[in-house]
């Protein structure tokens, strides 16, 4: 069952933005569907492909953000880094301390992405719109 439903709601027009939002969505749902699985590798791979795919959405907004000078830049960009804080430190916990990849931190990604989403993204895409991103 799916921790996170990422649906036509949370679209906000610019369209590579809208598929890395799903694809990362889809990642957090696969770990959770793995939360009762031994299979740890499995895990760190998917967690591995989360950060990867969570970086690279990132660096996508941020370019669009600095080339189209949206106004609270800097802001949404230190959202960005905390989250990728915590996402490598995660990473490490999980390689050197054998720590689990846990149903509170798939919690969080959703209520991250939902928030971020509600609080940041949609007044950047709206002033990336009014600029001409798509």
Do not use: C, P
């Not at 027009?13 to 299979?39: C, F, P, R, S, Y």
């Amino acid at each position: 069952m799916a921790i996170l439903n990422w649906d036509e709601k949370y679209k906000l027009g610019i369209a590579k933005v809208d598929k890395q939002h799903t694809e990362i969505a889809g990642i957090i749902n696969k770990l959770h569907d793995l939360l009762d699985v031994k299979d740890d590798k499995q895990k760190l791979k998917l967690l591995i492909k989360l950060i990867k795919a969570t970086k690279e959405h990132f660096e996508t907004e941020e370019k669009l953000m600095t080339r189209h000078k949206v106004f609270n830049y800097f802001s949404h960009k230190a959202q960005h880094d905390r989250l990728l804080r915590i996402l490598n430190e995660l990473l490490d916990d999980v390689e050197e301390n054998g720590k689990k990849v846990g149903e509170s931190f798939l919690f969080l990604m959703r209520d991250w992405m939902i928030n971020h989403h509600r609080f940041h993204d949609i007044k950047m895409a709206k002033e990336l719109i009014e600029k001409g991103a798509k």
